[in-house]
Nanobody
Framework: QVQVVESGGGLVHAGGSLRLSCAAS????????INWYRQRPGKERELVAA????????NYADSVKGRFTISSNNAKNTVYLQMNSLKAEDTAVYYC???????????WGKGTLVTVSS
């Protein structure tokens, strides 16, 4: 059974840190693009960070550059999002997405809530 499961969300004060995890099962994500999206209250879902595990190539939204770091542990089939210097505007539900363009495969997790208090 293919699953993508996020964890690590919670409540943190502004300036604090959290690390989100995205664990994949039922497939090996090595050649996928693994993306972290977020949806802030009243806003559209937006791409925050992305990684191609096979190459280690990463990409970040301007709003999180220098504060968030995406990384992968291929042995654990898990991708992480380290979030530092959190701001109130980072409050959102964070979703993990695994996308393999060549086969049109697209898997989503159910999301994990991050709340940053100011």
């Amino acid at each position: 059974q293919v699953q993508v499961v996020e964890s690590g969300g919670g409540l943190v004060h502004a300036g604090g840190s959290l690390r989100l995890s995205c664990a994949a099962s039922g497939f090996t994500f090595r050649n996928y693009a693994i993306n972290w999206y977020r949806q802030r209250p009243g806003k559209e879902r937006e791409l925050v960070a992305a990684i191609i595990s096979a190459s280690g190539s990463t990409n970040y939204a301007d709003s999180v550059k220098g504060r968030f770091t995406i990384s992968s542990n291929n042995a654990k089939n898990t991708v992480y999002l380290q979030m530092n210097s959190l701001k109130a505007e980072d409050t959102a539900v964070y979703y993990c997405n695994a996308f393999l363009a060549s086969y049109g495969l697209n898997y989503w997790g159910k999301g994990t809530l991050v709340t940053v208090s100011s």
